[in-house]
């Protein structure tokens, strides 16, 4: 079972969900774009910053190697010379035109020098600044200088010189014994290769150099001072943002080159000719990025400060043996900044987007939406059952379209399945109910021929129901409808459908049996059958289908839920017909075994119980039948016919209460009776008789004439006496008050009991004898009514205040005058109550049985039939506008039938002219309806009921007028 979900749950329209998607989705995209592009333009730029400083390495590389390669290339060429052995200061100025061309073509060189190994020492210097100038007090259009140093004359000699090498000025001044030899540099040269110092800050210059050296074959240095300015400004040239930085450290972090010269003091003189090292440097950035490196062997990205930096440390090659370090790094924020440009850009085009978006999507979303809801709206008609929506617009999704469509076909079946239940439902007529099934299913399914079967009784032969067929010829239907199926024979129908209660296809060329109009020669087609099952899921039938032509295979999957849900409500449907017919049938026979069981318990009163509903359903029907007034409007739907027919046969059901011994009695006396007084009296009698024999034996045997026509005369009053209350006793004649007055006269006389009369009697005798005082012998009178004749009620005796039959004072009155003196028939006043009280217990026994709504009116019209139509009937005391035609048209029958029954002990049966005669007089008295009985003799339903029931009698010649003349 599908559980269905009502439960309220938060929910939105779908196209709150379409619009809300395509934002979503535009917005996910927007920033996937937004962190791709981020991602992308940072890696890109990123790895362009690599790649940057992997060439800024480069070129650092060729930049360190330009600015020593002329260097190094000289003084290899010097120390080959005649220089090397130049001992005066003339032969050393020869010189100065050669390296003064070297020192203009590099003038990152600053200087030349050669140390003696008697520690006298040339150097030629490129006045490249003017406090430099101002340091050696040269002139103002010098350009070089050379000087010159002598340990033996002790004599330091400057000679100043212009850009064409024009001598400007010479002096002499007392050396200062700067001795050469004392240098690093000269001490660490050697001849077989060139060596290079550690940078240094040379103060005069304000710049940092480096010194390369190389010792010649006879003990001379050369050395050339190598300013290391272009390196530090080619590092600068690769910035882009000021906050950049590129430094050039060795291993024991001594500074080569650097950007920015605000990282050092130029003005601190303690830096004079000594290293510089990265300490040294007013930057603590270039302190932590590395020690990040040395941390972690790798910079990348680092924080300081709180900001991000991105940095690299290439390697250099200064020369074989030697590798320098470059630092560079820049705040990722500046080095990013075109990414955080364009992420920006992205971010306001995907707002813009999104601006552009949202109001498309909506009216995208309600296009779409708009047909789904359309068939939601469908669809919830259809939970309603309402078939009458119309179709929505057409979507041109796919999806939506085949939603659209699916739900037209839905409502179609679902709409002729409903209607056709309903009218499943609504039809009495099983044969109509069948055939419109038929029909239905078979333009419902596309099938081209129907074929229902139901099993017989014996669940031996298929009866069929309803056949039909395309191009079917009425005979031949006419015909086929006649054959039987038997079920007996093994066959794949048999097996399939009765045994394993499944549905069977058979190939339609291969089924004996058929018409041949039903598949014409060459043509294919598929019988499918299916089982009808029970609630017991017993197969009480078959239901079959002829699909033709090749698409048989899609019909069938596609109707196939429809059908076995169709029949399976068909076959429910079927056998509760069947079992409420079984059931009427079982109330049927059960409301006439009590009718048979009543006139069996009575057989005085004949089989009234069967016939009065037999003249009612007639006299009913006539009625029914009759256009004139008053009945002209008057109808009996069949549920009506059904309600007359069981409240006829109830009509006297009440009568099971009434004891037998009331209802039978024949003779007033007649009463149960314990048969002991009887016997006890025999005994008397004996007694007598005893008396009599002794006393005759001792007493003269002739009796005086007058004693023997005393005692004739005395037996023969009693004799006529007896017959006297032997012919009231049978309550044939009317009472008259001197008959009652003889009778009591009678009953005064009395005879005496000798025996005990409370011998053999039941308890309920002895209680009520035991009100009386019994005493042995005594004279007791001939009739009497005793204290012990009346018998009380047992329980409650009050009785519902709306009937108008109220108990008598005692349940039984068995006095014997008082039985004696009934006036007409044989029953006394309790007698009479008990008899009359039946219609009550028919009433009550009726109202408390469960009838459907359409059989509520059963009591009244049962209970009805002693009703007179001016109100003084009984037990309720209604007049004829108060009671239903059927319970006055039962009241016609019950009276119909007692006046001309020929089962009642007390009275005997009337003609049909006396019956009528009698009636007429009821009719006169207002007893029963004048419009009923003109019908009743009109339309012969009481010659009718003559020919069926009357001995012959019984039906003499009736003049009809004359008892219509009222």
């Known amino acids: 079972m599908i559980r269905v979900d009502h439960q309220k749950r938060f929910s939105f329209p779908l196209h709150i969900h379409i619009s809300t998607l395509f934002v979503v989705l535009i917005l996910c995209m927007s920033l996937t774009q937004i962190w791709l592009t981020n991602r992308s333009m940072e890696s890109v730029l990123l790895e ?37 052995s130049a001992s005066s200061f003339n032969q050393r100025i020869e010189y100065v035109y050669e390296i003064g061309s070297l020192l203009l073509e590099y003038p990152h060189i600053t200087s030349y020098t050669v140390s003696y190994p008697n520690g006298d020492f040339f150097v030629v210097s490129h006045l490249s600044t003017p406090q430099y100038k101002e340091d050696m007090k040269a002139p103002a259009h010098a350009r070089f200088v050379a000087a010159s140093s002598s340990v033996y004359s002790n004599r330091f000699v400057m000679a100043f010189y212009d850009t064409d090498f024009h001598e400007l000025y010479r002096t002499t001044e007392p050396s200062d014994n700067f001795d050469p030899r004392t240098r690093d540099w000269f001490k660490q040269s050697v001849v077989e290769e060139a060596r290079i110092s550690d940078p240094y800050f040379f103060y005069r210059l304000q710049k940092v150099g480096l010194t390369i050296h190389r010792k010649a074959a006879n003990g001379t240095v050369f050395a050339a001072d190598v300013l290391l300015q272009n390196l530090s400004d080619s590092l600068r040239e690769t910035l882009v943002e000021k906050s950049s930085v590129r430094v050039l450290f060795d291993d024991h972090q001594q500074v080569y080159a650097f950007s920015d010269p605000s990282y050092f003091d130029v003005q601190n003189r303690s830096l004079n000719n000594r290293r510089i090292y990265l300490s040294d440097l007013n930057s603590p950035m270039i302190t ?6 040395s941390k972690t062997n790798a910079l990348g990205e680092f924080e300081y400060n709180g900001e991000q930096w991105f940095g690299a440390l290439a390697d250099v090659e200064f020369y074989p043996g030697k590798t320098l370090h470059l630092l560079m790094a820049a705040k990722s924020d500046e ?19 999104i601006l552009i978006v949202i109001p498309l999507a909506y009216l995208i979303s309600q296009m779409i939406a708009k047909p789904i809801r359309q068939e939601t709206n469908r669809a919830r008609a259809i939970e309603r059952l309402d078939f009458s929506t119309e179709n929505g617009i057409y979507s041109r999704v796919r999806e939506i379209y085949q939603l659209r469509s699916s739900l037209q076909s839905m409502q179609a079946t679902l709409q002729r399945f409903v209607m056709l239940t309903s009218r499943i439902a609504h039809e009495a007529d099983t044969d109509k109910l069948l055939h419109m099934v038929c029909d239905e299913v078979s333009d419902a399914i596309e099938a081209k021929g129907v074929f229902l079967y139901l099993l017989d009784s014996e669940h031996h032969l298929l009866k069929p129901r309803h056949v039909w067929w395309e191009e079917a010829d009425p005979l031949e239907l006419s015909a086929f409808e006649k054959k039987n199926m038997p079920t007996q024979r093994a066959s794949h129908f048999v097996r399939d459908v009765f045994i394993a209660k499944q549905r069977t296809v058979l190939d339609g060329n291969k089924v004996r049996g058929m018409p041949s109009s039903v598949l014409k020669s060459g043509e294919q087609g598929d019988y499918v059958f299916y089982p009808l099952l029970d609630r017991q899921r017993q197969v009480i039938g078959t239901f079959g289908v002829l699909y ?22 068909l076959s429910v449907t079927l056998d509760t017909r069947k079992l409420l017919k079984d059931q009427k049938a079982l109330l049927d026979s059960t409301i006439k075994l009590m009718a048979s069981a009543m006139d069996t318990k009575s057989p005085y009163t004949g089989n009234h119980c069967q016939r009065v509903p037999v003249l009612t359903e007639w006299l009913s029907k006539a009625a029914h039948d009759s256009d004139r007034e008053p009945f002209k409007a008057f109808s009996m739907s069949p549920n009506q016919f059904e309600e007359l027919h069981i409240a006829a046969w109830l009509h006297d059901c009440g009568k099971i209460t009434t004891p037998e011994h009331v209802v039978d009695k024949a003779t007033k006396l007649e009463t149960i009776y314990n048969r002991i007084h009887e016997i006890r009296t025999r005994f008397e009698v004996l007694k007598r008789d005893v008396e009599l024999e002794v006393c005759r034996r001792f007493l003269p045997p002739i009796l005086p004439d007058e004693a023997m026509q005393e005692m004739e005369q005395r037996m023969g009053e009693l004799d006529e006496e007896f017959a ?51 005493t042995t012998p005594d004279f007791e009178h001939l009739l009497e009514d005793k204290p012990e004749h009346l018998i009380a009620w047992k329980g409650d005796r009050t009785r519902d205040a709306r009937f108008n039959l109220q108990p008598t004072q005692y349940q039984a009155n068995q006095g014997e005058l008082y039985n004696l003196s009934v006036k007409r028939g044989t029953l006394n006043e309790e007698e009479r109550f008990i008899i009359n009280d039946h219609i009550v217990q028919t009433i009550v026994m009726l109202e408390s049985l469960p009838f459907p709504s359409h059989m509520r009116r059963i009591p009244q019209i049962a209970g009805g039939h002693h009703e007179k139509m001016n109100g003084q009937g ?29 089962d009642r002990p007390y009275k005997k049966a009337k003609t049909l002219s006396e019956s009528l005669q009698i009636m007429t007089r009821m009719v006169a008295d207002e007893h029963i309806d004048p419009d009923l009985f003109r019908l009743f003799i009109e339309s012969g339903v009481y010659m009718q009921y003559a020919r069926a029931f009357l001995k012959p009698e019984q039906i003499d010649h009736v003049d009809e007028a004359q008892y219509l003349s009222y």
Do not use: C
């Open 335 to 353: 080095l990013l900044h075109q990414a955080q440009v364009i992420r920006r850009n992205t971010v306001y085009l995907s707002i813009a987007l």
């Open 48 to 84: 362009a910053n690599k790649k940057i400083f992997s060439r800024i390495a480069s070129e650092t590389h060729g930049t360190l190697k330009a600015q020593y390669d002329p260097a190094l290339s000289a003084i290899s060429a010097f120390r080959q010379g005649n220089l090397a």
């Open 874 to 902: 009984y037990p309720l005391g209604l007049k004829a506008s108060e009671m239903p035609l059927t319970a006055r048209a039962m009241a016609i029958a019950d009276i119909f039938e007692a006046l001309t029954s020929t």
């Open 548 to 569: 033709k032509g090749e698409q048989r295979q899609q019909y069938l999957e596609r109707y196939t839920h429809y059908i076995e849900m169709l029949i399976s409500y």
């Open 724 to 774: 006297f209350i032997a012919d009231l006793n049978q309550g044939e004649q009317f009472v008259m008050d001197e008959d009652v007055e003889r009778l009591k006269r009678i009953g005064q006389r009395k005879w005496l009991r000798t025996m005990d009369k409370s011998l053999g009697l039941s308890w309920e005798e002895s209680d009520r004898l035991a009100q009386s005082t019994v």
């Open 288 to 293: 932590s990025a590395v020690q990040q490196q």
